[in-house]
């Protein structure tokens, strides 16, 4: 798989995944992989992100994991995303190294927000900056930042213009003792992202310097 292959297109529909394990079934789960996901499992997260497992893409390497995880405020769901674990036991040129971490995260935006010009590379740098204020050390990072607009007409037309950003990107987690990740760091600073572009406050005085998006018009009801 080329690093910059989109991640989270194959199976996505999930009539083609699993959980956890490997893609035929007929290999023994690494214990490295199975120490991941334990991490990814076991991670204390804000209790605005509400976090369970979904079906992971099986084509995309030998060994995955998948969380979907959805920001909300009260009944209301400000944005959303998917975190998928890939480990392959050989090593990959693409990725140097054995696991790698790709993502998706979509959230609605105000319309003047979605005409910034820099706001590319604004959602770029939460991603990069959410794993560096998490001391964590990754590479091979890439990714696309979209943003699309919709404009209703005809029987439509009552619709109000929405405006969404879409961010997918992957990068390679050091490996630590005994070749595992620490997925749980991870699996926090992409917990930090999410809720910087769904717009909710800092979680700590420690996060008091972020900027997040402002509240998005309308968010979605549950």
């Known amino acids: 798989m080329a690093a910059d292959r989109d991640p989270l297109s194959d199976g996505a529909d999930g009539r083609d995944d699993v959980n956890e394990g490997d893609r035929d079934g007929t290999r023994t789960t690494p214990l490295p992989f199975r120490a991941a996901v334990d991490a990814l499992r076991s991670a204390r997260l804000r209790p605005q992100i509400e976090v369970e497992p979904t079906p992971a893409p099986k084509r995309l390497a030998p060994f995955a994991y998948a969380l979907e995880a959805t920001v909300v405020d009260g009944e209301q769901e400000l944005a959303d995303g998917r975190l998928v674990l890939l480990h392959d036991p050989a090593g990959h040129d693409a990725w140097r190294g054995t696991f790698r971490l790709v993502t998706l995260i979509r959230a609605e935006l105000e319309l003047e927000m979605a005409v910034d010009p820099l706001l590319p590379d604004v959602c770029w740098s939460w991603l990069t900056g959410a ?92």
């Not at 996060?207 to 509240?215: M, N, R």
């Open 131 to 222: 794993l560096q204020a998490r001391g964590l050390t990754y590479g091979e990072p890439s990714g696309t930042v979209t943003r699309a607009s919709s404009h209703y007409f005809g029987g439509l037309s009552a619709r109000p213009a929405a405006s969404q950003i879409e961010i997918r990107a992957s990068w390679t987690p050091r490996e630590g003792l005994g070749g595992v990740p620490d997925t749980g760091a991870h699996l926090a600073a992409w917990c930090d992202l999410l809720a910087q572009v769904a717009g909710l406050p800092p979680a700590g005085p420690g996060d008091a310097s972020v900027v997040t998006l402002p509240q998005r018009r309308g968010p979605q009801s549950r």
